[in-house]
Structure formats: structure tokens, C-alpha cells
């Protein structure tokens, strides 16, 4: 299921389709559909250039980084940080792996928030398809360099994807009794995370990090198509897709069990998700 969904995922948002839809393109050429191919182009030239301005990128995170504002009043439990990449054997941390870019941001975010309610902060993220260091290894590495004390941080390292980030994460933190967490990812991954969290059984707060918008007014520059554009339109369109999927796992599993209840106590749901913890799995 986890390899089935990372394969299709890559197709479905840039520059997976975009690749697609030039090999169709090609494919078409060949077979002489002037009509067709031509359509194929113009599609593919419009939808290329729109994610990569500024205008499009807005277009696409601005739903998803304006779902949860940033909180005034925080009070939890754990501050729970997702992992979201590293770059394995990164010369400058010795050969051990360094984090994202953008799991940097939401590190400091913790940092931030961890010298304010001063709680345990849990990272989650483990070794996706390469033999290398897990992200919660590095993550911990970064959050101790920053001055957080090592006792203070909790390491998830078996989780690859954000539905186990959260199964992963509840089957530490229920056997010290803890539902109610401050959940610190990027802005645009924050709506998936907070639906999947709640679906795991946790009162979540959302801290959201890492904005991508620029909350000032467009310039002729917003205009002009650039790499950066269309990585965080790329970032937007993998969330909804990944939303999408969610909610099709989920209905999946109530046609499954044809469940009258609101909740799944066992069976379909915990092994599709390989959960082995004793809480219940909501499904909303």
C-alpha cells in the first residue's frame, strides 16, 4: 500500500503529470493526431507555466496555509514536530544525515514554542527508501544543538509517511497518557496532518511553520515563471492529493466493516495501517 501510493503520487502532481502528459504528447505525434497533440501542448505549456508564478503557487497554498492560523493560546501535552526529508550523509554534519530545509523551520518553530510551555517534544520520522540515519535521529541532533536537553526529546524513528507519523506517535504517547498535542509541521501540510491526527485519537493544536506565501502585494515579477514556484505549487497539489487519498482509506474502511459507529475499535482500518496500539482509530 505505502510503495502503491508513493508511485501514483509521483504521477498525479508537477512534474510527474507534466512528464505524463509529454509522453502522451509524444506518443500521439507518433500516431499522427495533430488535433489531439496539439491540445496536449497547449495544456501542458499553460498548466507549466501557471504553477511556476507566484499567482498559481498562491492559488494552491493559500487554502491550505490559511486553514489554521497560528494560535494565540497554546496548552497541550507534547509538542509533536513532523519530519518531512533529509539529505543522507551531508558533509557538513559528518557524514550523518542533515534535515530539510524546510524541517528546519518547523524545528525552530518547536524551539520557539518549547521555551514558551516548556513540554517534551516528540519528533517523528524514520529512513524512507534509503539505508541511512532516520529523520528523528537528525531531527533530535538539530533540537539539541539548538539547547534543547537531550532528556527532553522523544525520538518516532519507523514512521514514512504522514498517516504513520500519527499511528507511530500514539503508540508512545498513550502509555504516558497523552492525547492532547501541539502539532508543528509546515503551514501547507497542516490541514492532512491535523484530519489524520484527530482520525488517530489526538486533541490537536496546530502550530503551523514554514509559510510559503508572501503576504504582500503582486509585481510584475509575481508574473514571471520560477523553479521555486512550481516546487511549493508541487508541495500544495501533493497535499491535496494526499487529502483526497485519506478520505478515500477512510471510506474504504466504512464500506468495508459497514460500521454504524463512528469509530473502529480493530480490524481493517489498524491493518491497513499497520497499527498495533490499543486506542481507538476515529474515522470522521
Request: contains cysteine; proline residues 6%.
Amino acid at each position: 500500500m505505502f510503495l502503491i501510493s508513493k508511485t501514483l503520487g509521483v504521477f498525479l502532481i508537477p512534474p510527474g503529470i507534466l512528464i505524463f502528459l509529454l509522453l502522451t504528447l509524444i506518443f500521439f505525434l507518433i500516431k499522427k493526431k495533430i488535433r489531439i497533440s496539439l491540445i496536449l501542448s497547449v495544456t501542458t505549456l499553460i498548466l507549466l507555466y501557471f504553477f511556476s508564478t507566484e499567482v498559481g503557487k498562491n492559488v494552491v497554498l493559500s487554502p491550505l496555509e490559511n486553514g489554521y492560523p497560528f494560535p494565540k493560546e497554546i496548552n497541550c501535552q507534547e509538542i509533536v514536530v513532523l519530519g518531512g526529508g533529509v539529505i543522507p550523509h551531508s558533509p557538513d554534519e559528518n557524514n550523518r544525515a542533515s534535515v530539510d530545509p524546510k524541517v528546519a523551520k518547523r524545528l525552530y518553530t518547536a524551539f520557539k514554542l518549547w521555551k514558551r510551555i516548556k513540554k517534551p517534544i516528540l519528533v517523528s520520522g524514520g529512513s524512507v527508501f534509503r539505508n541511512s540515519e532516520s529523520e528523528a535521529s537528525a531531527m533530535k541532533r538539530f533540537l539539541v544543538e539548538l539547547g534543547i536537553p537531550e532528556d527532553e526529546i522523544i525520538e518516532e524513528k519507523k514512521s514514512r509517511n504522514t498517516l504513520e507519523n500519527a499511528l507511530f506517535t500514539r503508540e508512545i504517547l498513550e502509555t504516558e497518557g497523552i492525547d492532547k498535542i501541539c502539532l508543528v509541521t509546515s503551514a501547507f501540510h497542516m490541514p492532512r496532518s491535523v484530519l489524520i491526527f484527530k482520525t488517530a485519537g489526538f486533541k490537536v493544536i496546530p502550530v503551523p511553520s514554514d509559510y510559503r506565501i508572501f503576504r504582500t502585494p503582486y509585481s510584475w515579477y509575481s508574473f514571471l515563471p520560477a523553479p521555486s514556484y512550481l516546487r511549493d505549487s508541487m508541495f500544495g497539489i501533493r497535499e491535496y492529493v494526499g487529502i483526497l487519498y485519506f478520505e478515500l482509506i477512510q471510506r474504504w474502511c466504512k464500506n468495508k466493516k459497514k460500521w454504524n459507529t463512528s469509530v473502529i475499535n480493530n480490524g481493517t482500518m489498524r491493518d491497513l495501517l499497520g497499527y498495533s496500539g490499543t486506542r481507538n482509530i476515529r474515522i470522521l
